[in-house]
């Protein structure tokens, strides 16, 4: 069995595939208000190259592959891709982020082709303050997508929240208090600055230790042991049916259990979210070359991973916190977290 190492020893068998970098919301945190200028069709890869690449990573080891964007189901005919891909030898495990706006449409599409989960993207569960996040969203579609997703069973249904100070930081108990009595994950992002989006400061930011103590007044949380959970760590509320998750990319130390690298929708390999460097693919891939050249990059992506971020080796909470934020936004000013896949 072929697996994919890392000069750290991390194994890598994720990968995160960007599909498209348009996008049907416009979150304040993500992107500016007339969006980002998205690439153009022939720019994106093609579905063929999407699978082409997917194939030749799963035969060195890659075996478990998200679709992202931008929103991925906003990209014409997904259940292509999603039934191409989930017929590979060596996928085990075929998930999706999606904002949740197409759900209610395509969760059943999405299933029968083979998906196995979503992670849905939902900050408030106030209609109007939902509207305001996501520039002009419907809260009333993204829950009909929720029940629509759990009826196709596509579970576990891991629900992705970025908490900001002073916008929705009085709803992080109701969302932890979800986990109670459904089986949702609830994942609270650390809200990262975004290169396009002069939203990010200090004010409006919020620590993963900030937010779990929140949710230690309604209960204890208690570690939950997976196999493999990558940057993400998870817990139970005491007696609860659900899990609550944190992904805390400025303040905690999750490099060393990275296992992943990203490809862009317009096909460049990313082997570090933090890092500028890319490989591109498409270039090669157009030019011709057979697929052990799409192997060596995928490979040289794989040696070119950072050891880690770097960021938290700084002092104190308010220093990293500052430091962070001019570097991750000088790291990641090429390029927003709609274009990279987030
Ligand atoms: N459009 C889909 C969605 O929103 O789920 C998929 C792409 S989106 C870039 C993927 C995830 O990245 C979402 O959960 C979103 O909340 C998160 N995200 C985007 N910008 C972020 C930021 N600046 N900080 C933290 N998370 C961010
Ligand atoms: Fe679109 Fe997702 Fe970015 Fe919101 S977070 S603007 S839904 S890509």
Redo the contacts with the bound molecule.
Sequence with gaps: MNSLKDNFLRVIDYLRLSITDR?N?R?I??MPPDGIFPSSHKEILSYEEIIRIVRIAAGLGVKKVRL?????LSRKNVTFLISSIKKMKGIEDLSM???GVLLEKYAGEIADAGLDRV???I?SFDPARYRDITRGGDLDIVLRGLEAAEKAGLKPIKI?M?PIKGINDDEIIDFARLTLFTEYHVRF??????GS?DF?NTERYITTDKIKKMIETIAPLEPVRARKNGPSKYYRLKDAKGIVGFIS?LTHHFCEDCNRIRITADGKIRPCLFSETEIDLKTPMRSGVDDSEIERLLKLSVELKPKGHNLNELPSEVQKITSCSSLIAQHSKKRP??KI??
Aim: glycine share 12%; charged share 10%.
């Design positions: 996008c919301l979150c945190y993500c992202t964007g931008g929103e991925p982020t999606t904002n992670n849905v993207s900050d992705n970025v992002i650390e809200c990262m600055p975004s989006v990010w990319a977290m709609s896949g987030g």
